[in-house]
Each structure stands twice: as structure tokens, then as C-alpha cells.
């Protein structure tokens, strides 16, 4: 058996007969100085073996690259166009994509066949590296791409212990903060819209309005927490599952700005005034928190920076060349400051508080 399949061994094949994964092939194939020597070898003796020609032997012989990046959104277009947030973060990173003179392919993955054909399409080797934003905790996506031999950098993360490369925003202390300046009012009853519980996001910054509840002696209750999902109408419906729970809550922080309009919704439907009855607090400080009535106190996020770190970050892991964990040191290696950023936030108080 030589492991060809209709005339052709695959990179699969290669990786099979080597030992190694698929990624890791491909990194050996496109001259990455990060691999080991044992490596390097055993992936080199699987191609002579096997006779494997990769499709892209003459741009990876060249060290010439694609100058193309790719921005992956794994939501549907309504939100992609309706949250100022993806929107900000689009800009940050193209004004820095810009700057090196990097093309920008922007790509919206919402089933597992688009997911699956957008493998496809990395594995092809049609760009250099790969920015996530909006993962949420059970995305194999991120590891997937490592996989293929191709750097990635997340917006946000999936777990505190994220491994892949990520920028995000103090999510802990903006929920912190936004309790702290509500009980500073007067406020004792702090509900809390969250976002979905599966993205690491929502869970720090309702980590963040429990321990600022703490910090005040005021008693966490379950009954003032409900979920949303990052959307104007989720916002809706968890602030009134809210009055009807606790009509008596006297605050309300919203883990995005989005969803605090959705909240307002309710509120002015139940009668509600804000703030003379329920005060609101959202995070971004998007156009919506200051075109709101009142103008919305939120916790700023410097989503554009975030944008332009992620895309400097990706840029600088492209030129280093990918990663081997087999090599001397492998990924730990790397600086954890080259791995991981997480900017401040900074509370903007207007008049909903």
C-alpha cells in the first residue's frame, strides 16, 4: 500500500504515516521555524514515502503569502447589522488591516455546514491567519484552526483558561463597577439582564454584579438574575420575567447596551420610569446608550481597540510563523502578553441612573 487514494496521497495520509497531526504537517510543509527537528523529519520521510505534492508547494517554496486575514462571526446577518458592537469591532480591525496593507474577507458562519465548508476553505490555505469574534463555549472552531497550522486570535474568550490568543475587556470589573455606582444611588434591589450563559462574557460579568453585590452586603438572590441573549427583544422578555418575579427591584444592570433598550421597552410598559423608579445601567457605550431616553449610563468597552489589537496580534503571530508544541519550549514559550490582552473598561454615567 503507498497511501495514495485516486492517485493522490491526502495531508491526512501524511499525518497518519508520520505520527504527528494534520496541522502540524502543515506547518513542516510551509517552512515554520517552530518544529522540532524529530519532527521535521519523520513528516519529511512520510512525504518521500507517500510521493505528496502539496497543492500549494510553489507559494509555501516562495515563503510568499496571501496578505489576506479573515474575520469569522458566528451570528446571523439581523444581529450582525443590528449590534453596534460587531460593528465597532469591524472597524478597529480593518483600520489596522489597513495599516499593513492586509485584505480583510469578512465571513458570517451560522450552521455546522457553513462551518464545515469554511474549514475547507482555510485548509486550502486562501488566507494567512483567522480573527474569531462571539465564540461561544462549545465552538470547536477556534481549535480547528490551530489544527490546520493557521494563527488565530479570539475576541473574548471561551474559559478563564483559554488557550487560544485573545483580547478582551475587564468583563468582571464592568459588572463591579456597574453595582458599585448603583448602590452608590440608593439602589438595594439590583437586578441583572445576562447574556447567554454559554459564552464566557455573560458568566464574567454576572461574576462581576454578584461580587459587587457582595462588596455592598447586599444578599445575592436568584430571583433578580435573568437571562437574555444579547438582543433588544431578549432584553424584553428577561426584564419582564423580572417585574414578575420582583416587582419590587429598584435597579436593573444590562449586560449590553442592546439589551438595556429592550429593557426600557418593558419598564415603560409596565409603567415603570427610569430612574425616578428603576434605575439602568448597560455595558458598550454604543450610540444606542447615548440615543436612548434618558441616555443610558454604561460601561464603556474600547471595542475599536480591541479590534486593532486582535488584528496587531495576528499580524505579529503571522510573522513569527505558527507554533509547535513538540518543539523546545513549544507554546509556553511565547510571552503570556503576546497571548492574552484584556483592556479596561470605564463607567459613562448619564441620566437612566
Known sequence: MNGRQNGRPTLEQVAARAG????????????????????????????????????????????????????????VEARLFAEPYFLDLIRGVSAELAESDKQLLLTLVRTEQERQRFEQYLAAQRVDGVLLASVHGDDPLPDRIGELGLPVVMNGRRTEAEPVPYVDSDNIGAGRAAVAHLVARGRSRIATVTGPLDMYVARA?????????????????????????????????????????????????????????????????????????????????????????????????????????????????????????????????????????????????????
Open 20 to 75: 504527528v497531526g494534520r496541522g502540524t504537517v502543515s506547518r513542516v510543509i510551509n517552512g515554520s521555524p517552530r518544529v522540532s527537528e524529530r519532527t521535521r523529519t519523520a513528516v519529511a520521510r512520510a512525504v518521500a514515502e507517500l510521493g505528496y505534492v502539496p497543492n500549494q508547494a510553489a507559494r509555501a517554496l516562495a515563503g510568499s503569502r496571501t496578505d489576506a486575514i479573515a474575520l469569522v462571526i458566528p451570528e
Open 205 to 353: 460579568r454576572l461574576g462581576g454584579y454578584r461580587a459587587g453585590l457582595t462588596e455592598a452586603g447586599l444578599a445575592p438572590d436568584e430571583e433578580l438574575v435573568s437571562a437574555g441573549d444579547f438582543t433588544e427583544e431578549g432584553g424584553r422578555r428577561a426584564m419582564r420575567l423580572l417585574l414578575d418575579r420582583r416587582p419590587d427591584l429598584d435597579a436593573v444592570f444590562a449586560a449590553s447596551d442592546v439589551m438595556a433598550a429592550g429593557a426600557r421597552g418593558a419598564l415603560r410598559e409596565a409603567g415603570r420610569r427610569v430612574p425616578e423608579d428603576v434605575a439602568l445601567v448597560g455595558v458598550d457605550d454604543s450610540p444606542v446608550a447615548r440615543l436612548m431616553d434618558p441616555p443610558l449610563t454604561s460601561v464603556r468597552q474600547p471595542i475599536e481597540e480591541m479590534g486593532r489589537t486582535m488584528a496587531r496580534m495576528l499580524i505579529g503571530k503571522i510573522a513569527e510563523g505558527p507554533e509547535d508544541p513538540e518543539a523546545p519550549g513549544g507554546p509556553q514559550a511565547d510571552r503570556a502578553g503576546s497571548r492574552r490582552r484584556v483592556l479596561p473598561t470605564e463607567l459613562v454615567v448619564r441620566e437612566s441612573s
